[in-house]
C-alpha cells in the first residue's frame, strides 16, 4: 500500500496496461493508454527508476533521398543518365550542351566508362552498375535504403542520401510491478491544479493530490536568445547612447583619402600597404577641398607644422579599400557636423590582411567614439574612457603613454582581469592638428577606438578569437544571457 501511495496516476495506469501483455513497444503502450508514445516513454523512466518496469532502447539507421537524390529517383545516377544519351562517341562540346554535363563527366572518367581524346568522349564497354547505383535504385523505389554497404557511403558523401536515425522503446514490466499490481491500485483521478474555492474551503485536504518530486531536474528548455556577441555589441551600444552619444554608420568601402589621407597618416605608411590593407580596383574622386589636405602632407599647410615632406600623389588618395578602421566614419561625420557640441560613436566591421590564428581575424568588430566641444581637455578623455569601461563591467583602469598617426597625446587603455592582469584594450588621443585643421574642425576632438573581439574574449571566457563567429549551438545555449557585470 505504501508503494501504491508513491506512485503517480500514470505509473499506476502503466502497470495496468502492461499486465496482460508483460512486454510490449512504445508505440503500441501508447495506444493502450490512449496518450502520446513520448508521455509513455516518460512514465516508464519514471517507473524504472522504482524497478517496476524495464525500458529497451533500439536504434536503428536508414538513409533515404535527399531532394537532389530524387530529382534523379527512376532516371539513374547523373553519369548513367549522360553515358545512355550517346551512342558509341560524341564530341565534348555536344556533350557539355547535357544539362547534366558538369556532374557526370567526372564521374564517368573515374568509373572508367569513357575516355576523352583530342576531344571526342568514347564509351569503353565498361559501365556495369556499382554498389552505388544498386543502393540508388533500391532507394529510388523503397523510399530508403539500409544496410551500411560501400554504394550507401558513396551516396552519403555525394549528397544524393541522408541518414535518418529512428529510436523505438519496449517497456517490460519487473517481478516488483507485478507484485505492486497483486497488491492492487486506487486508480481515482488526481488533482494537478487547485481552485481557489478548493484552497479557500479547505477541500483541498480530501483531495487526491498529484505527487511532485521537486529533486528531479526538470528537462531543460531553449528558448531562443541572442548570440553572445551580438549581445555585447548591444551592451555596448546601450552604454554609449547612455552617455549621450549618437551613433554613426557608413559603408565598408573608403577611399584612401577618407580612410588614410585625412587623418594625417603619410602615403608611405607601412599600414598603406599590400600585407595590412585590402585594396580594390575602385577609385572615388577626391572631396572638394582635399587640397588643404595635400598642402598639410607636403609642408604643413597654413599651421606651424611640416607636414611628411614629398610629393603628396592624388592618384593614390583616390584609390578605394576595405575600410581599415571606422575613424574614417567618424572624421567625415566632424566634417559633415563642425558645429559644437558633438559626440558620436560607431560599431562597425573593420578589415585588415592579418594572418588568421587565435587572436587575429582578418576582418573584425571596431568601437569608435569622438567628442568635439569647446574646451575639452585630455582629462576629459580618460574620464570618458574610465566611465565606459566600468560600465562594461572594468573597475580598474589604467591609461600608458602610445603613439597614432593622427593624435597627439596618445594613450593606450588598459583594465584589469583576474588571473591575466592589464591587458590592452584599445587607443585613444587627441587629434592632431594636422587632422583638424585642413577639415576646416575648430575645437579639440577627442577620439578612442576599441577592439570589441578582445572585449569579448574577456568578458565570455573565450580563448580563441575564431570562436565568436562560428555556429556552435551548445555555446550559445550555455552562455547566460545576463552576465551580472553591469
Given at each position: 500500500m505504501g508503494c501504491d501511495m508513491d506512485l503517480t496516476l500514470n505509473e499506476k495506469r502503466l502497470l495496468v496496461a502492461l499486465e496482460p501483455v508483460g512486454s510490449v513497444d512504445a508505440a503500441t503502450l501508447a495506444d493502450l493508454m490512449d496518450t502520446r508514445q513520448e508521455a509513455v516513454i516518460q512514465y516508464a523512466n519514471l517507473a524504472r527508476e522504482r524497478r517496476l518496469v524495464d525500458v529497451e532502447k533500439h536504434v536503428s539507421r536508414r538513409y533515404t533521398l535527399t531532394e537532389e537524390g530524387q530529382t534523379y529517383a527512376g532516371r539513374g545516377l547523373p553519369e548513367r543518365q549522360v553515358l545512355e544519351s550517346f551512342d558509341d562517341e560524341i564530341p565534348m562540346r555536344d556533350l557539355q550542351a547535357h544539362p547534366l554535363a558538369r556532374i557526370a563527366i567526372g564521374w564517368m572518367r573515374k568509373k572508367g566508362w569513357v575516355v576523352i581524346?583530342?576531344?571526342?568522349?568514347?564509351?569503353?564497354?565498361?559501365?556495369?552498375?556499382?554498389?552505388?547505383?544498386?543502393?540508388?535504385?533500391?532507394?529510388?523505389?523503397?523510399?530508403?535504403?539500409?544496410?551500411?554497404?560501400?554504394?550507401?557511403?558513396?551516396?552519403?558523401?555525394?549528397?544524393?542520401?541522408?541518414?535518418?536515425?529512428?529510436?523505438?522503446?519496449?517497456?517490460?514490466?519487473?517481478?516488483?510491478?507485478?507484485?505492486?499490481?497483486?497488491?492492487?491500485?486506487?486508480?481515482?483521478?488526481?488533482?494537478?491544479?487547485?481552485?481557489?474555492?478548493?484552497?479557500?474551503?479547505?477541500?483541498?485536504?480530501?483531495l487526491p493530490l498529484r505527487r511532485y518530486d521537486v529533486t528531479k531536474v526538470p528537462k531543460r528548455?531553449?528558448?531562443?536568445?541572442?548570440?553572445?556577441?551580438?549581445?555585447?555589441?548591444?551592451?555596448?551600444?546601450?552604454?554609449?547612447?547612455?552617455?549621450?552619444?549618437?551613433?554613426?554608420?557608413?559603408?565598408?568601402?573608403?577611399?584612401?583619402?577618407?580612410?588614410?589621407?585625412?587623418?594625417?597618416?603619410?602615403?608611405?605608411?607601412?599600414?598603406?600597404?599590400?600585407?595590412?590593407?585590402?585594396?580594390?580596383?575602385?577609385?572615388?574622386?577626391?572631396?572638394?577641398?582635399?587640397?588643404?589636405?595635400?598642402?598639410?602632407?607636403?609642408?604643413?599647410?597654413?599651421?606651424?607644422?611640416?607636414?611628411?615632406?614629398?610629393?603628396?600623389?592624388?592618384?593614390?588618395a583616390k584609390q578605394c579599400v576595405l575600410r581599415t578602421h571606422t575613424t574614417s566614419l567618424s572624421i567625415q561625420h566632424l566634417v559633415e557636423h563642425p558645429d559644437p557640441p558633438v559626440k558620436a560613436f560607431c560599431i562597425g566591421r573593420v578589415y585588415r590582411r592579418e594572418a588568421t590564428d587565435p587572436t587575429h581575424l582578418a576582418e573584425f568588430e571596431q568601437l569608435e567614439g569622438v567628442v568635439m566641444d569647446e574646451g575639452v581637455n585630455f582629462a576629459h578623455l580618460l574620464g570618458f574612457l574610465?566611465?565606459?569601461?566600468?560600465?562594461?563591467?572594468?573597475?580598474?583602469?589604467?591609461?600608458?603613454?602610445?603613439?597614432?598617426?593622427?593624435?597627439?597625446?596618445?594613450?593606450?587603455?588598459?583594465?584589469?582581469?583576474?588571473?591575466?592582469?592589464?591587458?590592452?584594450?584599445?587607443?585613444?588621443?587627441?587629434?592632431?592638428?594636422?587632422?583638424?585643421?585642413?577639415?576646416?574642425?575648430?575645437?579639440?576632438?577627442?577620439?578612442?577606438?576599441?577592439?570589441?573581439?578582445?572585449?569579448?574574449?574577456?568578458?565570455?571566457?573565450?580563448?580563441?578569437?575564431?570562436?565568436?563567429?562560428?555556429?556552435?549551438?551548445?555555446?550559445?545555449?550555455?552562455?547566460?544571457?545576463?552576465?551580472?557585470?553591469?
Open positions: 581524346k583530342n576531344g571526342i568522349v568514347r564509351k569503353t564497354g565498361n559501365a556495369t552498375p556499382g554498389p552505388d547505383e544498386v543502393a540508388f535504385a533500391q532507394a529510388s523505389e523503397n523510399g530508403a535504403v539500409t544496410g551500411d554497404e560501400e554504394g550507401v557511403f558513396d551516396l552519403l558523401r555525394r549528397g544524393l542520401v541522408q541518414e535518418v536515425e529512428a529510436v523505438a522503446y519496449t517497456v517490460s514490466i519487473t517481478p516488483q510491478g507485478r507484485e505492486v499490481l497483486a497488491r492492487g491500485l486506487d486508480l481515482q483521478a488526481e488533482v494537478g491544479t487547485l481552485t481557489r474555492d478548493q484552497i479557500v474551503s479547505g477541500a483541498w485536504r480530501d528548455a531553449y528558448p531562443g536568445k541572442t548570440h553572445p556577441y551580438q549581445r555585447l555589441l548591444d551592451e555596448m551600444r546601450r552604454v554609449l547612447l547612455d552617455m549621450g552619444f549618437s551613433e554613426i554608420a557608413g559603408g565598408i568601402v573608403q577611399s584612401s583619402f577618407w580612410n588614410f589621407d585625412a587623418l594625417f597618416q603619410p602615403q608611405d605608411h607601412p599600414a598603406r600597404e599590400m600585407q595590412d590593407t585590402f585594396f580594390l580596383g575602385e577609385r572615388w574622386p577626391l572631396p572638394e577641398g582635399y587640397e588643404r589636405v595635400r598642402d598639410m602632407h607636403e609642408h604643413g599647410g597654413e599651421t606651424s607644422s611640416t607636414g611628411w615632406g614629398g610629393a603628396w600623389n592624388a592618384a593614390k574610465k566611465e565606459f569601461y566600468a560600465k562594461m563591467g572594468f573597475e580598474m583602469v589604467r591609461f600608458r603613454p602610445g603613439y597614432f598617426p593622427y593624435t597627439e597625446p596618445s594613450v593606450e587603455p588598459e583594465v584589469h582581469v583576474d588571473g591575466l592582469g592589464w591587458v590592452e584594450l584599445g587607443g585613444a588621443g587627441i587629434f592632431r592638428q594636422e587632422v583638424t585643421a585642413p577639415l576646416g574642425i575648430e575645437h579639440p576632438v577627442l577620439a578612442w577606438g576599441l577592439g570589441i573581439s578582445r572585449v569579448a574574449m574577456l568578458r565570455l571566457g573565450l580563448r580563441d578569437l575564431r570562436h565568436l563567429y562560428r555556429s556552435d549551438v551548445e555555446w550559445i545555449r550555455d552562455t547566460p544571457t545576463y552576465s551580472g557585470r553591469r
